[in-house]
Every structure is written in C-alpha cells, then in structure tokens.
C-alpha cells in the first residue's frame, strides 16, 4: 500500500518563497509519475505541476509557470515543489499525488499566503 506524507506547508508573505515535500513510502517511487495538485474551498482540486518517472517532462499550470519547480530525487523517494514569488492566490491545501501502481494522494499541507 502506497502512503504519501507532504510537508513545508506554513503562512509566508507574499513574494516569499516555500518548498513542499511529498515522501513516498510502499512502492516502487522510481515507476511513478507523481504531481502536485491544490485545493481551497469550495473549489475544485487543480494540477499544479507534474513530472515523469525519471524526472524529465515538468508540466506546470499556467498560473505557476516561472515561479514553481517540480523535481524529484528517486534516491530519497520524494518530489518536491520549490514555490517561489508566491501570492496570496497560491494560498491553498497542496496535495501530492502518484500515478503508479495506482492512483494515490497525501493528507494534504496548508500554504497561506499573507498579502
């Protein structure tokens, strides 16, 4: 059974930067595509970035690009979302999610962008 535990999740100022953590525990990390989605309430839960099983392939939401990198270091088991420039629209619940062997999601971190 595949678990996911996020991390780095906290309140920055606006124009700060954060770096999120998802450990991959349970399977085999380095067959998985993995992504970073997020969610506030009352919406729908939207794809941040994701990336391929061997690190290749970043694809970024619109809103993110220039600003978020998606890497991965398969050594360690864990992908990493490096947030930079943030703004109080980033302020959301980010999740991690893994594509293989099945579909897979973390507990979620709380990012709060302060304006």
């Known amino acids: 059974q595949v678990q996911l535990v996020e991390s780095g999740g906290r309140l920055v100022q606006a124009g700060g930067s954060l770096r999120l953590s998802c450990e991959y525990y349970?399977?085999?990390?380095?067959?998985?595509?993995m992504a970073w989605f997020r969610q506030v309430p009352g919406k729908e839960r939207e794809s941040v970035a994701a990336?391929?099983?061997?690190?290749?392939?970043?694809h970024y939401e619109d809103s993110v690009k220039g600003r978020f990198t998606i890497f991965r270091d398969n050594a360690k088991n864990t992908v990493y979302l490096q947030m930079n420039s943030l703004k109080p629209e980033d302020t959301a619940v980010y999740y991690c999610?893994?594509?293989?062997?099945?579909?897979?999601w973390g507990q979620g971190t709380q990012v709060t962008v302060s304006s």
């Open positions: 349970g399977g085999t990390f380095s067959r998985s595509p």
């Open positions: 999610n893994a594509a293989v062997p099945g579909d897979y």
């Open positions: 990336i391929s099983s061997t690190g290749g392939r970043p």
